[in-house]
């Protein structure tokens, strides 16, 4: 079977730590990630595309701009979160730990959600180190 994929690359910077992380990253720390949105296709539109790029950015370089960018991702269980939120710190305050996994899940959703048939998301934290989320195929198409 034939199958089409597009990538948009988005890049976004965030704050976060790690609860119960024995290393550095149970400190405030952050990151310029760099996110690839994969959308796959069985067939190209009337335009010869799988979905136009502007579109992606649209969706998904939307709902990281207004969620993720240039905020601290916390887990809501992370007793500083009060406090940063209270010093008008920008928080966006995920349910799990605020791993590079957990947020790329976290976007996958969010562009699912939205009515994007995205395949998969990988966020690259640093230049040698990515996380990749994917949704799971049935039956030919791409399910939550």
């Given at each position: ?11 976004f ?7 119960e ?6 400190y ?11 959308i796959d ?10 979905i ?5 950015n ?28 209270d010093?008008?710190?920008p ?34 934290e ?19």
């Open positions: 079977m034939q199958r089409f994929q597009v990538t948009k690359v988005i890049e910077s965030y704050g976060h730590r790690l609860l992380h024995q290393g550095k990253c149970r405030l720390h952050g990151h310029n990630g760099m996110l690839e949105v994969d296709a069985e067939a190209l539109d009337q335009m010869g595309m799988v136009d790029f502007s579109h992606v649209e969706v998904v370089k939307t709902w990281v701009d207004q969620n993720l960018d240039h905020r601290m991702l916390l887990c809501r269980a992370d007793p500083l979160g009060q406090s940063l939120s010093a008008g710190e928080i966006y305050f995920m349910d799990d730990n605020p791993t590079a996994e957990n947020i790329a899940k976290l976007i996958w959703q969010a562009a699912r959600d939205a009515g994007l048939r995205v395949s998969e998301i990988r966020l690259w640093t230049s040698t180190s990515r996380a990749t989320y994917r949704g799971e195929a049935h039956g030919g198409s791409w399910t939550k």
